[in-house]
């Protein structure tokens, strides 16, 4: 498995955290919700709720299998991570630059003042401090997005550099929400939840070869060129996702039990696709996407579901 890249040279300070409201230091009340405030707040992750569910059904179905006190923070983090990559992704004849420079401008406003009229950002910011995740992190995500913008082929270490900052410190959002609080073991547990982003990343790239070149002229994966990509290429790539799922795993037996169900969820998924990728040629990858039909998805549900009730993981 590749080393590491760091996330940054020197961490991004934060504003105190005595400034953040009292609205926000724990999750929202439904019996607390009659106007104001209160009532913005639990709109706010209804929205980011709608928008993991619109977005995608896997991760939908993964954040139900977590604690209910997990889900909001997670969704929260979810629709900010979606809302960037659709700037850069699909909203094509609009100013993506302008758009990508705003919605970071806002995040950073919304982070500092504890709130924000885009009900997005205001959950994420409320995730963000609740669970004391890292600016570094939120910044180094953003830069990767930019990169979208204009860069359409990696060497070795661009390709590492991206991985951290579009995958792995998601992960690490994540991680933060995971162990609530617990500094040691988001430490203990940080090196796994990188491997677990990582691969994820991956197999989307994989998955996504052909409607990546075809649809936004990009490449990802190092020196690659699409006319060369043959069985051998393919082995290549699929080495480096099983060492990352290997170490990845060995973190998600190590999660508290409130979180360790959900994330093996999309562990299950995320593998079972793998797999399906692995046993086709390599011509199939660039003529199709790869996908887990909705029944299929069920049936990973129940396993996943049985064998973490019986301690079969």
């Given amino acids: 498995m590749n080393a590491r890249p760091p996330i940054a040279d020197v961490h991004a300070p934060k504003p105190s955290r005595e400034q953040a409201t009292d609205a926000w230091k724990q999750t929202v009340s439904e019996g607390m919700l009659t106007t104001g405030k209160p009532l913005f707040d639990s709109v706010s992750l209804q929205c980011s709720a709608l928008t993991t569910k ?10 139900r299998l977590l604690k209910k006190e997990l889900r909001a923070p997670i969704h929260a983090i979810y629709g900010f991570v979606r809302f960037a990559d659709e700037i850069v992704d699909t909203f094509h004849g609009y100013d993506k630059n302008t758009l990508l420079e705003r919605f970071k401008t ?6 500092n003042e504890r709130i924000s009229l885009n009900p997005i950002l205001n959950s994420f910011q409320w995730a963000f401090w609740k669970y004391d995740m890292d600016l570094a992190h939120v910044d180094k995500f953003l830069e990767s997005m930019k990169r ?10 661009g390709y590492d550099d991206y991985i951290v900052g579009s995958a792995e ?3 690490l959002m994540c991680l933060s929400v995971f162990v609530s609080g617990d500094r ?4 203990a547990l940080l090196p796994h939840a990188r491997s677990l982003g990582a691969a994820f990343q991956k197999i989307n790239f994989l998955r996504d070869l052909q409607a990546d070149w075809e649809g936004l002229g990009r490449t990802y994966f190092p020196g690659l060129n699409l006319e ?3 069985q051998d290429a393919k082995l290549t790539i699929e080495k480096e996702i099983e060492a990352d799922f ?3 795993y060995q973190g998600i037996l190590r999660l508290p039990r409130s979180a360790r169900l959900g994330v093996y969820m999309a562990y299950i998924y995320y593998t079972q696709l793998f797999r399906k990728i692995r046993r086709l040629p390599h011509h199939r990858v660039l003529q199709e996407r790869i996908r887990i039909p909705n029944r299929q998805k069920a049936m990973l549900l129940m396993g996943s579901y049985l064998r973490h009730q019986f301690n079969l993981l």
């Fill in 169 to 171: 410190v998601v992960g």
């Fill in 106 to 111: 806002d995040t950073h406003t919304a982070l």
């Fill in 184 to 187: 040691a073991q988001y430490e």
């Fill in 246 to 248: 290997a170490h990845a």
């Fill in 228 to 230: 060369d990509f043959d």
């Fill in 54 to 63: 619109k977005y995608s059904t896997s991760f939908s179905l993964g954040i």
């Fill in 148 to 157: 979208d913008l204009d860069q359409t082929a990696y060497d070795r270490e």
